[in-house]
């Protein structure tokens, strides 16, 4: 969004007060007074004055239309000012405030304060700002980068996901049914298939009960009308009437093993497809949790992320495997049965009408407080899940520490919780339904009441009532699953929020439309003007720029948590930036294939990650169909096959969670030649030697500069002598490139970062005797 | 005891002599501090214990960011000494408290939140909750912090009203 034109609501107040909003150079919105109060704010300025516009901004819906929406802004306070009276702009960001500021001669003074979200357009318009009014030093600086659209049209609110114009409030539950029936309608003659076979098994149901009741009551056993019209004869000979019920029980055993016999088909027929439909959709589901970026793990507890895939897939596939087809079959029969109740006698329908809309309204009061419920106990059964796995995997700590107790504490807390609301639920379903069977049971004893009046006034037979009797019942039945349908639906969607959200994080590190595929990658890196932050407002990596050739090696050093790690991390796409590029090859990051960076980028990483498997499992992670030859040769490189002959199983013992302990050294090295093995274009080395003593790191270094020929390799050290072969040495401090060059260059600046930790390094060596 | 202080001694910190100390704010809005016949200015204020001991333990930085001293109290100064302290830290952590709950909803993995706060009607989400909804003080407060970074307190969930509790109750752990 270029934030030039002012929006019309916004221009309006401006013109209103005189200004050419034609002239606007530039604006930005703002969120609060400097008294810190929610106010809108529109900061601007043209090439004569400073404008500051506070007010409201309200959303109205457009008379007659429901969609429109329009905006206006209701001004309280309009501060104009020369800008010859400001100096140069700059922003203060404080702990959850960012505040604008002009310096001018020293004199500093205070323009505006807005939340910390605000912070990054802040600085944008301070910097168009200066360059405007020339009051920047740097003015080769290249392009400003523009502040990501970050809010929804509709509503206003922020997206939460920048890289994806979606706003989860504007989304209805609608959107997220209709996505769903995407989902399932490849599997539409499946579906069908399923209908067929309840359509079918219905239709009979709502017959039989005529040819079981109204049949043999009124047409069979009606003895008397029979005396009355002659038929006694037949009656004492029997034979007609033996052929009638005959006639009737023989019709009846057809549609009850016609309809038994649907029933075994179609429970077979689900019971085959079933299965696959699970498998696609936990493969989708998976798919896409592989395709995710390291910042969905890293702001997603493991737990809730477990539970959710399998309960949630389980839900939602139940649901539309079930659930629709019942729902289908129901409506049917709901209307069927009503069809034929009003043809049987519109007054004791009317009568039964009367009681429904009170059990739906049970119903639907029912669905709303269960839904609340169900939700609560989702919430608080996957946080106990994921304390759970967090205890697991932090055994070690817990016991170090001695804080089992308090460990127990915490959970039996949760699971008391999750056991409280379980129970509440529990509660809840067992008063309201058996309520609302007592009504259906009151609504057919009246139904029995005004019946028999009808028979003995005649204006009913005996066999009708009793038919009619079995029908209200068919009726209450569906009006049982509908309330269920409501409470399963409530939950189906709830799951397919969550699905979902997995499905969707994929976009977290998106992969281009049209992907450059790159078979070979020189690695020629180029980082312009990048800015990274994990959290909103707290940049790690500020305005960074620098170039590494192919074939060279970079060496990052830094002071810890100077934003090394994360720099390296986003060179191998694991993160995008929030603003800047990066180039590889001359294309930008984004742009090229996955596989291909994944597949040319090693990475050895700060901490290292084993999975449950074998030594050489591990090793060949990324390359599984590697020989043993290679994956031997892999970790004599890397100096790991030493100690790891010297294990009982060797490279068969089992590492990883519960496996064989390594000590970090030992991690490290397998780590190497896990990237050794992969063959990588670009070698990436955080802190990749730190926990090894120096005889090791040396022998490392020695086998990994032959393996460096030829490829770009970035290390993070520690030990400067590590980064002895480095080409070109950048220094790192809060996010930015200090110092960069080579040695030699470095190694001349007075008192300059590098040169002190140099001859800090090489005193303590020499110290300890070990320095030339 | 002897071996507490002497890890004091250790660490270097440099605890603010409250007598020697004068702050005073400069054009309008910029915190300067006048110490012992040094002058410095521009300063920042954080806090070290924000939530339990947000009077406690400030810390006293330069522009760069580096520690210069640390206050053990804000209760060490003269009322209109700590008065302005108090304002600055505010106008640094503002967290507006919310006084009433207007609704929350979930949508996609995303919590919003309508909110009455001490800053003014506010409309804002949440992503994760397990890491954005915190209770504090033994769970009366309550910090949350939006997708923004914004935070707001509930100051203490006894005194909800009872239907606006209801609405954050299952996220509150
Ligand atoms: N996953 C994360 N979420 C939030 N902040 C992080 C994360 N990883 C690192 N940081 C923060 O980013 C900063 C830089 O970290 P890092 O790049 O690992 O530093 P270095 O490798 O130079 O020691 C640190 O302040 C750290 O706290
Ligand atoms: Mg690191």
């Known amino acids: 969004m270029k934030n030039t034109k002012l929006p019309d609501h916004i221009a309006v107040c401006f013109r209103a007060r005189g200004v050419d909003t034609s002239k606007i150079v530039r604006y930005v919105k703002g969120d609060m007074d400097r008294q810190g109060r929610y106010v809108d704010q529109i900061l601007a300025f043209d090439d004569k004055n400073f404008y500051i516009l506070s007010g409201t901004e309200r959303v109205e819906q457009v008379k007659g239309s429901k969609a429109r929406l329009h905006v206006l802004f209701d001004a309280s306070d309009f501060v104009e000012r020369p800008i010859t009276e400001l100096g140069h702009l700059d922003t203060d960001q404080m702990v959850a405030t960012v505040r604008l500021y002009s310096e001018k001669e020293g004199r500093l003074e205070e323009l505006a304060l807005a939340s910390i979200g605000r912070t990054n357009a802040f600085e944008i318009f301070a910097k168009h700002f200066n360059r405007f009014t020339d009051n920047v030093e740097e003015k080769e600086e290249g392009p400003i980068a523009e502040e990501p659209d970050l809010f929804c049209d509709k509503c206003g609110m922020r997206y939460p996901d920048p890289n994806r114009k979606v706003c989860p409030k504007c989304i209805s539950r609608m959107s997220i049914t209709v996505r769903l029936v995407k989902l399932f309608f490849k599997y539409w003659p499946q579906l069908l298939m399923i209908v067929v076979f309840l359509g079918l098994t219905t239709l009979l149901n709502v017959v039989s009960p005529y040819l079981s009741t109204a049949l043999i009551y009124d047409k069979v056993l009606a003895i008397p009308e029979r005396v009355q019209i002659g038929e006694v004869d037949t009656l004492y000979f029997g034979i007609d009437l033996y052929r009638e019920v005959l006639l009737v029980i023989l019709g009846l055993l057809c549609v009850r093993i016609i309809s038994h016999g649907l029933l075994i088909l179609r429970s077979r027929y689900i019971a085959g497809v079933v299965p696959r439909v699970v498998y696609d959709m936990k493969m989708l589901i998976f798919g896409s949790m592989q395709r995710l970026g390291v910042g969905f793990y890293t702001s997603k507890q493991t737990g809730s992320l477990m539970t959710r895939v399998n309960g949630d897939a389980n839900n939602v596939y139940h649901f539309f495997l079930d659930g629709i087809p019942y729902l289908f079959t129901s409506s049917f029969t709901f209307i069927g049965v009503l069809v034929i109740m009003f043809s049987i006698s519109w007054k004791l329908t009317l009568l039964v009408f009367v009681s429904i809309p009170i059990i739906v309204l049970g119903y639907w009061l029912v669905m709303m407080f269960f839904r609340r419920l169900y939700h609560a106990n989702w919430v608080y059964a996957s946080r106990m899940h994921s304390l759970l796995s967090d205890a697991l995997y932090g055994q070690r700590v817990i016991k170090a520490f001695t804080q089992e107790d308090s460990e127990t504490e915490r959970f039996s807390e949760y699971s008391t919780r999750v056991f409280n609301s379980s129970t509440k639920i529990g509660v809840a379903q067992n008063t309201v339904y058996p309520l609302i069977g007592l009504i259906m049971r009151l609504t057919s004893v009246v139904l029995l009441g005004a019946g028999s009046i009808m028979v003995i006034q005649g204006e009913l037979s005996l066999g009708i009532l009793m038919t009619f009797s079995v029908y209200m019942n068919m009726l209450f039945e569906p009006l049982g699953f509908f309330s269920n349908v409501a409470n399963w639906w409530a939950v189906c969607v709830d799951s397919a929020q969550r699905i979902f959200e997995i499905i969707d994080a994929e976009t977290d590190l998106p992969e281009a439309d049209n992907p450059v595929r790159l078979d070979k990658i020189r690695g020629d890196f180029e980082v312009r003007e990048v800015m990274f932050e994990y959290e909103p407002g707290r940049p790690v990596v500020r305005n960074m720029s620098l170039q590494v050739k192919a074939g060279q090696m970079l060496g990052i050093v830094g002071k810890t948590g100077a934003g090394k790690s994360t720099l390296v991390n986003l060179l191998a796409r694991l993160y995008d930036p929030n603003e800047g590029s990066i180039y590889l090859d001359g294309h930008n990051l984004k742009d090229i294939a996955t596989e291909d960076l994944r597949k040319n980028i090693g990475i050895v990483s700060q901490d290292i990650y084993l999975f449950i498997g074998s030594i050489a499992d591990n090793i060949r992670y990324a390359r599984p169909d590697a020989t043993m030859d290679e994956v031997i040769a892999a970790a004599k490189t890397a100096c790991a096959h030493d100690f790891i002959v010297k294990f009982p199983d060797g490279y068969e013992t089992r590492v990883g969670a519960g496996g064989q302990g390594l000590s970090g050294g030992e991690r490290q090295r397998i780590s190497i030649a896990r990237a050794v093995i992969q063959n990588p274009s670009i070698l990436i080395l955080d802190e990749a030697t730190a926990a090894m003593d120096t005889e090791t790191e040396r022998n490392i270094q020695n086998s990994l500069a032959e393996l460096q020929k030829g490829r770009t390799t970035i290390a993070i050290a520690h030990r400067l002598s590590t980064l002895r072969d480095a080409d070109v040495l950048a220094v790192i401090d809060k996010g930015r490139v200090v110092e960069y060059g080579t040695h030699a260059e470095l190694i001349q600046k007075e008192d300059g970062t590098y040169r002190r930790l140099y001859t800090l390094q090489m005193e303590a060596l020499k110290f300890i005797g070990i320095g030339q | ?173």
Do not use: W
């Not at chain 2, 804000?74 to 505010?90: D, R, V």
């Not at chain 2, 979930?106 to 909110?115: A, D, N, P, S, T």
């Open chain 2, 1 to 173: 005891m002897e071996q507490k202080i002497s890890l004091i001694n250790l660490s270097g910190i440099k605890y603010l002599d409250p007598e020697k100390a004068h702050f005073y704010l400069k054009n309008d809005q910029f915190l300067c501090l006048d110490y012992d016949g040094e002058t410095y200015e521009n300063i920042k204020l954080h806090r070290s214990i924000p939530f339990k001991l947000p009077d406690d333990f400030i810390s006293v930085q330069d522009m760069d960011s580096k520690e210069i001293f640390l206050i053990r109290s804000l209760y060490q100064f003269t009322p209109e000494q700590a008065n302005l302290l108090g304002q600055q830290l505010h106008k640094r952590y503002f967290s507006p408290s919310i006084s009433r709950i207007y609704s929350v909803k979930q949508k996609m993995g995303y919590l919003y939140f309508e909110v009455e706060t001490s800053a003014g009607r506010k409309v804002f989400a949440l992503n994760d909750v397990t890491r954005n909804l915190r209770r504090i003080d033994d769970g009366a407060r309550i910090v949350i912090i939006d997708v923004d970074g914004n935070r707001y307190i509930i100051e203490d969930v006894a005194r909800m009203l009872p239907k606006d509790f209801r609405r954050i109750e299952p996220y509150l752990l």
